[in-house]
């Protein structure tokens, strides 16, 4: 049974990077799409973007300029960068591997807490 | 965007009865090859979130035949037929239709 499961620090600093991985289990990333979503706390879904094990991203407007997501197959990982964060980057941070249509296997979460 | 709306936002359900959960949409979410871009998924604490329903009305692998969804144009239904206690979490509906993929505000169903 696949599983995936976020790691990154769990605390960054304003106007700094947050970085997250995925790491993918049981298996492959070979011909999927590997989702980030977050939820702020008290509040509903955001869908952050995906990326194709081709390479290929698409990225939620409201956070395009700042937002990276890249795969490495080799290592049955993707990763997320968001840059400049602030506040209102507090979230938790899920991954999901599906089609672009439907993120249907998902991790548990990582919460990213953005304070000085 | 498509904007989601869902109703209602906390649902007390009976262990044993059958619970039910609206998804609007802003505008249809008819593909044109026919099928509804519409999933539910189910968030519970401590949990992956659960992959229930995908296109509009098929059951994700492993997911109990009490959990049905329907639906088609902008209005989409998630229906449990005989609740049990561990079904209790917060419900979201999201469209695939269009990017950004976005979700309704959530659904918290808990028991009486």
């Known amino acids: 049974q696949v599983q995936l499961q976020e790691s990154g620090p769990g605390l960054v600093k304003p106007s700094e990077t947050l970085s997250l991985t995925c790491t993918v289990s049981?298996?492959?990333?070979?011909?999927?799409?590997f989702t980030w979503i977050r939820q702020p706390p008290g509040k509903g879904l955001e869908w952050i973007g995906y990326?194709?094990?081709?390479?290929?991203?698409n990225y939620n407007p409201s956070l395009k300029s700042r937002v990276t997501i890249s795969v490495d197959t080799s290592k049955n990982q993707f990763s997320l960068k968001l840059n400049s964060v602030t506040a209102a980057d507090t979230a938790m941070y899920y991954c999901?591997?599906?089609?672009?249509?439907?993120?249907?296997?998902w991790g548990q979460g990582t919460l990213v807490t953005v304070s000085s | 965007d498509i904007v989601m709306t869902q109703s209602p936002l906390s649902l007390p359900v009976t262990p044993g009865e059958p619970a039910s959960i609206s998804c609007r949409s802003s505008q249809s979410l008819l593909h044109s090859n026919g099928y509804y871009y519409l999933n539910w998924y189910l968030l519970q604490p401590g949990k992956p979130p659960q992959f229930l329903i995908y296109l509009g009305s098929n059951r994700a692998s492993g997911v109990p035949d009490r959990f049905s969804g329907s639906g088609s144009g902008t209005d989409f239904t998630l229906k449990i037929s005989r609740v049990e206690a561990e079904d209790v979490g917060v419900y979201y509906c999201m469209q695939a239709l269009q990017t950004p993929l976005t979700f309704g505000g959530g659904t918290k169903v808990e028991i009486k």
């Open positions: 990326i194709h094990s081709s390479g290929s991203t």
């Open positions: 049981g298996g492959s990333t070979g011909n999927y799409h």
């Open positions: 999901a591997r599906g089609t672009y249509y439907d993120p249907k296997n």
